[in-house]
Every structure is written in C-alpha cells, then in structure tokens.
C-alpha cells in the first residue's frame, strides 16, 4: 500500500482564506534541477559588468516568505486591537506587498513551466483537443 501526503490547515491570514501545510511522502519529492544558463548573454561587452553589479547586491532571504510573515503578525495584531486604523493601514500595506510578491513568484513559475513546456514538447495536443 502506498503511502499518502497529510494536510494541516493553519489558522486564516485574510478573511475566509488560510494556508495549508502540505506533508509529501519522501518518494514523491523530486530533486531540484540543475541551475540553467543561456551562455549567448555571455558574448555581450556589457555581461561581466552586469553580472558583478549583480553579485555585490546583498538580498535578506526570500521575498514571498518574508511577506507571509508580516502579514501572520499584522493579523495577529490586528485581532487584538480591531478598531485601530493605524493597524489597519498597516495591514492594507502588509497585504498589499504579500500580494505583489505572490505574483512576482506566480510569474517566474509561470515562465520556467514555459521553459519545460518548450523543451518537452506537448505530445497529447490530440487528446486535450
């Protein structure tokens, strides 16, 4: 008998949504992929000069994560004192970058599955047809 995944629903960050913690079994994780690089960029005058500005940029961590937890503390916040407006814009801005933020990581997403979809091929184009 295989083995099943478990889910875990946490308490809600927006109204009427919360997250789920999702539990995979070892088997079905796969390894990450080897990181790809379109060495024709490499050929311009200006790479090396933008790869080194690039290299020197310091960066805190993922961006879509830090957003979930500012928004986890503002609703936390926000629940003890519910008619504060200071909160509450607060909030409205925490919300509003966790939302940018998730769109950024849906449009990169998006566009490495372009990149898989465009190396392997779509070979059941006749039967979704």
Same mark, same amino acid.
């Given at each position: 008998?295989?083995?099943?995944?478990?889910?875990?629903?946490?308490?809600?960050?927006?109204?009427?949504?919360?997250?789920?913690?999702?539990?995979?079994?070892?088997?079905?994780?796969?390894?990450?992929?080897?990181?790809?690089?379109?060495?024709?960029?490499?050929?311009?005058?200006?790479?090396? /000069?933008?790869? &080194?500005?690039? *290299?020197?940029? %310091?960066?805190?961590?993922?961006? #879509?994560?830090?957003?979930?937890?500012?928004?986890?503390?503002?609703?936390?916040?926000?629940?003890?004192?519910?008619?504060?407006?200071?909160?509450?814009?607060?909030?409205?801005?925490?919300?509003?970058?966790s939302?940018?933020?998730?769109?950024?990581?849906?449009?990169?997403?998006? /566009?490495?599955? &372009?990149?898989? *979809?465009?190396n %392997?091929?779509?070979?059941?184009? #006749?039967?979704?047809?």
């Amino acid at each position: 008998m295989k083995q099943m995944g478990s889910s875990y629903f946490l308490s809600y960050m927006i109204p009427d949504h919360s997250p789920c913690e999702l539990t995979l079994p070892k088997e079905m994780i796969k390894c990450k992929r080897a990181f790809r690089f379109s060495n024709f960029t490499a050929h311009k005058d200006e790479f090396i /000069q933008i790869v &080194k500005e690039e *290299w020197e940029k %310091e960066v805190n961590g993922c961006r #879509v994560e830090d957003c979930r937890g500012k928004l986890k503390k503002a609703g936390v916040i926000q629940k003890k004192d519910t008619h504060n407006e200071v909160l509450k814009e607060i909030s409205c801005k925490v919300l509003t970058d966790s939302y940018e933020a998730m769109k950024d990581e849906e449009r990169l997403l998006h /566009q490495k599955a &372009k990149v898989d *979809w465009l190396n %392997e091929g779509d070979m059941n184009t #006749v039967f979704f047809s």
